[in-house]
């Protein structure tokens, strides 16, 4: 099939460095500041009546520069203390603790690591696996579609299969380690990057040909809700027709003007439920498949809001 939105293939090279922080080197740890305030929360009237608290993850890169203020202790203890039950890890995230020592800090606030984003590089994967098997994470993942040229539009059909490749290599090797599937985390080029098949002429986004060519024992597909639909994809409809390869979703809010797109809509992100996503389809259509319904807000401010407004918007919507 064709491309799903109607946008070009755009240069994307300029963001390459903003995407790659999210799986990048480690930070160091500030000292830890106590939870602030009240976190009774509304949503505790509601957990349970939408999406299950079980269910619901939050990525702690959303919280990259409040950690660098506060460590990464007082995030978890912010989090814990609204109702969260699950984290999904970044690179900064683990501040040069071992793996023993993370999952002391996990325990201690009741979260678990749902999943991760890890570096795809292959030699370095093992050391993710042993971390993420040793802390009892349920997923190894992949920030960026492992493919050459997606930043800048510029992949070849090959290049994607070569992606694709290197994804069953690395997801076969997590679930061999007991560190569960790989997911392949997307953004919005992943959708509007379109190769062309040698074979049939056939052209397709990216994300197609890595979902045809991937073994779904090993990878599965995290979507990202807001980056798709910025990409003009009906996440109702790639939900009904992969929602068996999809088992985590990035819950993303924010202003989705027809003239913007990817780089350029950081700044219209917003807290969930306060931007132009319809959600209740999208939760409708997830239902029975997804796993982890993971809340993301790049460049989140430095405050509790974001999280516990988006997590008392996700439990107590109906759908």
Not at 51 to 57: A, H
Request: one cysteine or more; hydrophobic letters at 45%; a negative charge.
């Amino acid at each position: 099939m064709s491309a799903y939105p109607r946008h070009a293939r755009r240069n994307l090279a300029l963001g390459a460095a903003v995407l790659l922080t999210a799986f990048g080197a480690l930070s160091s740890a500030p000292a830890v500041a106590a939870p602030s305030g009240d976190k009774a929360s509304a949503a505790a009237d509601c957990a349970g009546r939408s999406v299950p608290v079980s269910k619901i993850s939050f990525q702690l890169y959303s919280y990259q520069s409040w950690q660098e203020e506060i460590g990464i202790e007082a995030v978890l203890a912010e989090l814990a203390a609204i109702g969260y039950k699950n984290v999904e890890l970044y690179g900064g995230a683990y501040e040069g603790l071992s793996a023993e020592e993370f999952r002391a800090l996990l325990k201690k606030y009741h979260l678990k690591a749902s999943s991760a984003h890890d570096y795809t590089n292959e030699a370095a994967f093992p050391a993710a696996i042993d971390y993420a098997e040793t802390i009892g994470q349920d997923y190894t993942g992949a920030a960026v579609f492992p493919v050459a040229g997606i930043f800048d539009g510029t992949t070849t059909y090959q290049q994607a299969l070569d992606g694709a490749a290197l994804l069953n290599r690395l997801g076969e090797e997590s679930v061999r380690g007991g560190a569960g599937q790989i997911l392949a985390h997307s953004h919005w080029f992943e959708f509007t990057t379109v190769v062309t098949d040698p074979a049939t002429g056939e052209t397709k986004p990216v994300w197609e040909v890595i979902a045809e060519n991937t073994d779904p024992r090993f990878v599965t597909f995290e979507v990202d809700v807001f980056w798709a639909s910025d990409a003009e994809v009906d996440v109702v409809d790639l939900l009904e027709r992969y929602g068996d390869r999809i088992e985590l979703l990035h819950i993303k809010d924010g202003s989705l003007p027809p003239d913007t797109l990817g780089f350029e809509s950081f700044g219209l992100l917003t807290d969930v439920g306060e931007g132009d996503i319809d959600w209740a389809p999208i939760l409708e259509a997830a239902q029975g498949k997804v796993k982890y319904y993971v809340i993301e807000r790049d460049s989140a401010p430095a405050s509790a809001e974001f999280a516990r407004d988006s997590f008392n918007f996700l439990t107590c919507l109906n759908y």
